[in-house]
């Protein structure tokens, strides 16, 4: 048995028709929802890619694992997924994009060399490398690579100084001029690269390639895709496929910019939530962002006719989610960030090949689900022991199949920015800046620390237009859900070392032999049922 983790970037769950989407086509992605169950309530435990998918890969909070940004290490000796895989013999691949920065001085200072075995899983995140992708360009950003897919392209012809800048991320103007797809105004042209030879075509090559490669080993291969992130470029047709009628309403109130929270006021004044609050921009780049979907869409239906036709449906789970979404001038602001829906929940799609798994076929569930549980999710498939003083999200296996366990109340997820711009505005120091989702599943509680919480009622106000925050009306609701943050806050998250069956023998065995604490005599180390020490006399 096997597993194929699909993972796309930045893609907001209502942009798939398995979600509801009418203003785009998805066929096989809704296909795939039909084969297997989708998850209604599926939140990342942060809405940015690097903490998020640290996360993903070691079914940990971000408070935790402790890599709360992009470009922040996860630390040296932080158990990862592969690293419990490879424990039951389960190869444990990637294929595309981590974002996974190595703890370099954490390695140096413990005398591990980046380029051992045990080097380079750990600077991979776990991870057997057979390609990484996530994206190089011309700046000295730590861990943006992607030399293999250079030499693709210029194996076909496209050469250049940086062949994924110049030909994915780059268009051609109507005077022939090359156009840089960071500009947004350039959303509409087509990227140079021919769809055959894109970033998502090709990434979808390599994990056909890593399948076909596999021998009897059982194996998890994470095809992690760099699009529908930014450069919001696609190639050509898919640059022209959708227009700005083609675009659901923008999801926006003027009452969200008279808003008495500060860093809402600093949020909404950044350069991206200025740029994306503009009806043009927005017209501008929504249809490129769904038209580099529908190209993933249409290279998903390639990938699953070959499981298909190959047989690997039968002995392979497909599991398809994405790390965050994407704002897109929803609340006025941009880019991914914050937790509102279209941020921070995000599609899950998860295909079990096996029998107990066929009476919840094409079904939903509503349960909420956090993104640290696809791990033990993984780990319970493959049949490895249960790892819960490590891992703290929780196996879908049992809702997969149809039962109804005991389950969360709430979901959580958290944000640094403290490298946001809206912080200096906001007068908040480096060390404060952070903010705190407890969703459960109607009313959503942001800690926001130094400010006063945010608070939305879904049920009433499913577009999150209302923040109910500062309204006494709301204490008890509020006061309901500090009390649930304090709640989580306040449980282990450091202690792994040890799993509990351990800690109970201790207890159980007390001291350790041959160390007595307390005891006034001998008569009362018999009465506890101990033996006085050979040397000991009364």
């Given at each position: 048995m096997n597993?194929?983790?699909?993972m796309a970037?930045?893609?907001r769950?209502?942009?798939?028709?398995?979600?509801?989407a009418?203003?785009?086509?998805?066929?096989n992605?809704?296909?795939?929802?039909?084969?297997?169950?989708r998850?209604?309530k599926?939140?990342?435990?942060?809405?940015?890619?690097?903490?998020?998918?640290?996360s993903?890969?070691t079914?940990?909070?971000v408070?935790?694992h402790?890599?709360?940004?992009?470009?922040?290490p996860l630390?040296?000796?932080?158990?990862?997924?592969g690293e419990?895989l490879?424990e039951?013999?389960v190869?444990?691949?990637l294929v595309?994009k981590?974002?996974?920065?190595?703890d370099r001085a954490?390695?140096a200072r413990l005398?591990?060399?980046?380029e051992?075995?045990?080097?380079?899983?750990?600077?991979?995140?776990g991870?057997?490398?057979?390609v990484?992708?996530?994206?190089?360009?011309?700046s000295d950003?730590?861990?943006?690579?992607?030399?293999?897919?250079?030499?693709?392209?210029?194996?076909?012809?496209?050469d250049?100084d940086?062949p994924?800048?110049?030909?994915?991320?780059?268009?051609?103007?109507?005077?022939?001029?090359?156009?840089?797809?960071?500009?947004l105004?350039n959303a509409?042209?087509a990227a140079r690269?021919p769809?055959?030879?894109s970033?998502?075509a090709?990434?979808?090559?390599?994990?056909i390639e890593?399948i076909?490669?596999?021998?009897?080993q059982?194996w998890l291969?994470?095809l992690s895709?760099?699009?529908?992130?930014?450069?919001y470029?696609?190639?050509?047709?898919?640059?022209?496929?959708y227009g700005a009628d083609?675009?659901p309403p923008v999801?926006?109130?003027?009452r969200?910019?008279q808003?008495?929270h500060?860093l809402m006021?600093a949020?909404?004044s950044?350069?991206?939530s200025?740029s994306f609050?503009?009806?043009?921009v927005?017209d501008m780049?929504g249809?490129?962002y769904?038209?580099l979907?529908?190209e993933l869409d249409?290279?998903?239906?390639r990938?699953?006719?070959y499981l298909?036709e190959s047989?690997?449906?039968?002995d392979?789970?497909i599991?398809?989610c994405?790390d965050?979404g994407?704002?897109?001038?929803d609340h006025w602001?941009?880019e991914?960030?914050?937790f509102y829906d279209?941020?921070?929940r995000?599609?899950l799609?998860?295909?079990?090949?096996r029998?107990?798994?066929d009476?919840t076929?094409g079904?939903?569930?509503?349960?909420?689900?956090e993104?640290i549980d696809?791990t033990p999710?993984?780990l319970d498939f493959?049949?490895a022991?249960?790892k819960?003083h490590?891992l703290?999200?929780?196996?879908?296996?049992?809702?997969?199949?149809g039962?109804?366990?005991?389950?969360?109340?709430?979901?959580?997820s958290?944000?640094?920015?403290?490298?946001?711009d809206a912080?200096r505005?906001?007068?908040?120091d480096q060390?404060d800046?952070r903010l705190v989702?407890?969703?459960d599943?109607?009313?959503?509680?942001?800690?926001a620390e130094?400010?006063r919480?945010?608070?939305f009622?879904?049920?009433?106000?499913p577009?999150?237009l209302?923040?109910l925050g500062a309204d006494?009306?709301?204490t008890?609701?509020?006061?309901?859900?500090?009390?649930?943050h304090?709640d989580w806050a306040?449980?282990h998250?450091?202690?792994?070392?040890?799993?509990?069956?351990t800690i109970?023998?201790?207890?159980d065995?007390?001291?350790?032999p041959?160390i007595?604490?307390?005891y006034k005599d001998?008569?009362?180390l018999v009465?506890d049922?101990l033996n006085p020490?050979?040397?000991?006399?009364h």
């Open positions: 597993v194929l983790w699909i970037d930045q893609l769950f209502d942009y798939l028709g398995c979600y509801g009418s203003h785009i086509d998805t066929p992605l809704d296909w795939l929802a039909s084969q297997g169950m998850f209604n599926a939140y990342v435990q942060s809405p940015v890619c690097g903490p998020s998918r640290m993903f890969y079914g940990r909070y408070r935790s402790g890599a709360t940004w992009n470009g922040f630390r040296v000796g932080e158990p990862t997924l419990h490879r039951v013999g190869k444990c691949a595309g981590t974002h996974m920065i190595p954490g390695m005398g591990i060399e980046p051992s075995t045990i080097g380079a899983l750990v600077s991979e995140c991870f057997e490398v057979f990484r992708d996530d994206g190089t360009n011309h950003y730590p861990g943006r690579h992607a030399e293999d897919y250079d030499q693709y392209l210029r194996d076909h012809g496209m250049g940086n994924w800048e110049e030909w994915a991320n780059t268009a051609i103007g109507p005077d022939g001029e090359w156009r840089s797809g960071w500009l105004e509409p042209l690269v769809k055959e030879h970033e998502t090709w990434l979808t090559t390599r994990g890593f076909e490669a596999q021998g009897d059982p291969c994470h895709y760099i699009k529908p992130h930014w450069p470029l696609a190639p050509a047709p898919y640059n022209a496929m083609d675009l999801n926006r109130h003027a969200e910019r808003t008495d500060p006021q949020w909404t950044m350069r991206v200025q609050s503009r009806d043009e927005r780049v249809p490129a769904m038209g979907i529908k249409d290279q998903l239906g990938l699953f006719s298909s047989g690997r449906m039968d392979t789970m599991v398809f994405s965050h994407d704002n897109m001038g602001i941009g991914k960030d914050l279209c941020s921070a995000i599609p799609l998860v295909y079990d090949p029998r107990p798994a009476a076929r079904a939903t569930s509503d349960s909420l689900v993104g696809l999710t993984f493959f049949g022991a249960p819960p490590i703290e999200g929780r196996s879908l296996q049992p809702i997969l199949h039962e109804n366990p005991d389950w969360r109340s709430y979901a959580v958290e944000y640094d920015y403290a490298t946001r912080r505005p906001a007068g908040v060390a800046a989702m407890i969703f599943g109607r009313w959503k509680y942001i800690h130094t400010f919480p945010m608070l009622d879904l049920q009433t106000d577009g999150e209302n923040d006494p009306a709301y008890h609701e509020i006061e309901r859900l500090r009390e649930a304090f306040r449980r998250h450091a202690r792994i070392t040890l799993p509990a069956e109970e023998k201790m207890t065995a007390r001291e350790p041959g007595l604490i307390g001998t008569d009362e009465e049922g020490p050979d040397h000991v006399r």
